[in-house]
């Protein structure tokens, strides 16, 4: 429980901004939301707080006034760098959604930055808190499995994006498969070090256009041996497929979809369960919640957050070694 006022600023009110402005509302009540930058803030959004007045809608206002401890970023990819520097600068506490930044120099500015100016820097890995997936960790560092020997993960969005925000997603592996990259080094405690990967376009012809690809199949080595599997898709037209699967010396654990419900129905010419999670906001809607938790209690108890800047970092690594696979037709070696 967050017990200490904290006041932030929220910078980008997008579909994934209005998500965390209505969760930090609903469940944060010691949190107090004292900004809103976007050039196009909705009537609804702003209908949501009584005293507009006090509302900073300007992004160098916001950061001038002292008594706003935080700010979440959620705007698009190419304005989280000068953002985050400008918004460390003045000494906020940040959490920003992913990817920082294609650049792997400008991802180390940011962690140069953030020490410099001794502020927290969250990165939204948001799958990292998904009650299942700590679960898992935790069974694994007991070692429930032994000693892990694979891990397969299946990644499948319901439906693909529009085409205007996978022009500037950064391709399917800097998108949708940097969770799984990071999701590998969060259950295993290791790094990439090789990797190939197998894609193609199947659902979305314009991909081709803009070298890019909507299914893949991914293996890779960690540095001490393991080997993991990631297969990837954008579309299933059946739901959000999100299952995660650790084999080890000692047995295996396997998280499953989430469905609606348990019920399953049998008859004489038909089975029926119910079914899967429609979208990532479904599926991983506790998580959400349960990042911004840490961010809060990072703040008031002046700790790092368990995720940042360096481990997306990681993950970009796996992302750019996987294109240069794609592109070569053979493995390549991850930078540690």
Request: include cysteine; hydrophobic fraction near 35%; proline fraction near 3%.
């Amino acid at each position: 429980m967050i017990t200490e006022k904290i006041n932030i600023g929220i910078i980008g009110v997008g579909r994934i901004g209005e998500m965390h402005l209505k969760n930090i509302v609903q469940h944060f009540p010691t949190v107090a939301i004292k900004g809103l930058i976007d050039p196009m803030l909705s009537d609804n959004i702003l209908g949501l707080f009584q005293d507009q007045e006090k509302l900073h809608l300007d992004l160098d206002e916001m950061l001038l006034d002292e008594t706003i401890n935080a700010v979440i970023i959620c705007s698009p990819t190419p304005t989280h760098y000068e953002t985050i520097k400008k918004c460390a600068k003045h000494k906020k506490h940040i959490f920003c959604e992913k990817p920082l930044s294609f650049s792997e120099q400008e991802l180390n500015d940011i962690i140069n930055v953030g020490k410099k100016e001794k502020v927290s820097i969250q990165v939204g890995l948001n799958r990292r808190f998904d009650r299942d997936f700590m679960l898992m960790k935790e069974k694994i560092d007991k070692g429930i499995v032994g000693d892990i020997q694979m891990i397969h993960i299946t990644n499948h969005d319901s439906k693909p994006p529009s085409y205007k925000f996978l022009k500037s997603s950064g391709g399917m592996l800097l998108d949708l498969c940097i969770h799984d990259f990071d999701m590998i080094g969060f259950l295993s405690g290791k790094k990439i070090k090789e990797i190939y990967v197998n894609g193609g376009v199947f659902i979305e012809p314009r991909l081709e256009d803009i070298n890019d690809i909507d299914n893949v199949l991914i293996t890779v080595e960690l540095d001490n041996g393991i080997l993991c599997s990631i297969d990837s898709s954008r579309q299933t037209n059946y739901g959000y497929d999100q299952r995660v699967e650790v084999f080890g010396s000692k047995g295996s654990l396997l998280v499953e979809n989430q469905k609606e419900n348990l019920l399953l129905f049998s008859g004489e010419t038909e089975t029926k369960s119910s079914k899967i999670d429609n979208s990532f906001i479904e599926r991983y809607k506790q998580s959400y919640i349960k990042q911004f938790e840490h961010f809060f209690d990072c703040i008031s108890s002046k700790t790092a957050p368990s995720v940042g800047p360096y481990n997306i970092l990681l993950a970009m690594r796996s992302a750019i070694a996987g294109n240069q696979s794609i592109d070569t037709k053979q493995p390549q070696k991850v930078k540690i």
